[in-house]
């Protein structure tokens, strides 16, 4: 969430520090609250793993995609390769979600 919740207030400031510019808001701030809403789901399956258990699932996929895109995107050269930080530290919490998933219990009745 700290990480996330910035992105909100700085739309010219990356557009101007890595550029091109930003040309379709709609899609920043939209990926903006999608990541923000996930960090709340990642809090909310914290609370209680054995009931969200299922949940884990969709947070390792969530985490694997963004991580992968990152991967690829940087092999293409699409982006730079200081931005592996970002994706593999997903794709580490996607396995960490994984192996969550496979050492809580499922909840039986």
């Known amino acids: 969430m700290l990480i996330i ?3 909100y207030f700085l739309f ?10 930003i040309t379709h808001p709609g899609f920043y701030y939209g990926f903006a ?6 960090q709340i789901a990642y809090l909310l399956i914290a609370t209680a793993p054995e009931r969200y258990r299922p949940m884990m699932i969709v947070a390792a996929l969530a985490k694997f995609s963004y991580g992968a895109a990152v991967v690829v995107l940087v092999l293409q050269e699409r ?28 909840r039986v009745g």
């Open 12 to 21: 010219d400031v990356i557009s101007r520090r890595d550029p091109p510019a």
């Open 33 to 38: 609250g999608a990541a923000l809403v996930w």
């Open 79 to 106: 982006m730079h390769a200081a931005d592996l930080v970002f994706g593999g530290v997903d794709l580490l919490l996607g396995v960490l979600f994984v192996a969550a998933y496979l050492r809580v219990p499922s």
């Open 5 to 7: 919740t910035p992105l």
